[in-house]
């Protein structure tokens, strides 16, 4: 009886230890999440900054083809630097595609067949938030 309970005590905490090292990976696997990463631009962009923002025409015109900006819809766009060159993010509350509305300086869509995905968002710097608007209603930038 003895060794059975000393069993089962070493099988629960080896189970235990296991369960917490899994945890542990889990919580190490990042995913890009563009909502963090605009909330983080928006933040350390001035109000000023965003009111005075640089919007290229083709840009202009991407957000005013994305529809009516009505009460409950949340747009923001960032500009960055990568490898030399302006890149563009535009998030759109509406949208379910993950980093689709990424762009070149010339306004062509970043083609993330050709671009390794974590290195451009990991080596992306720069990052101002050139448009935003935000919800009347409810908005996820509220506490910025």
């Known amino acids: 009886m003895k060794i059975n309970l000393f ?6 905490l080896l ?3 296991l369960a917490g090292c899994s945890a542990e990976e889990r919580t190490e696997n990042t995913v890009f999440d563009p909502v963090k990463i605009v909330r983080k631009v928006i933040a350390n962009t001035s109000q ?3 009111a ?3 919007l290229p025409v083709w840009l ?3 957000i005013d083809g994305l529809g009516s900006l009505d009460d409950m819809r949340e747009v923001a766009a960032i500009k960055g630097n990568w490898k030399g060159e302006d890149v563009y993010y535009v998030y759109d509350y509406y949208s379910s595609c993950l980093a689709c509305s990424t ?3 010339e306004g062509e869509k970043i083609d993330w067949s050709k671009i390794d995905f974590e290195n451009f968002w990991e080596s ?3 990052w101002k938030c050139i448009y935003l608007h935000k919800s009347n209603i409810h908005s996820i930038f509220d506490d910025i």
Do not use: M, Q, W, Y
Not at 7 to 12: G, R, V
């Open 124 to 126: 992306a710097t720069g």
């Open 60 to 62: 202009s015109e991407f």
């Open 52 to 54: 005075n923002g640089d």
């Open 48 to 50: 000023h900054e965003i």
């Open 15 to 17: 189970s235990l230890v």
């Open 7 to 12: 069993a089962k005590t070493i099988l629960l």
């Open 103 to 105: 762009f070149n300086s």
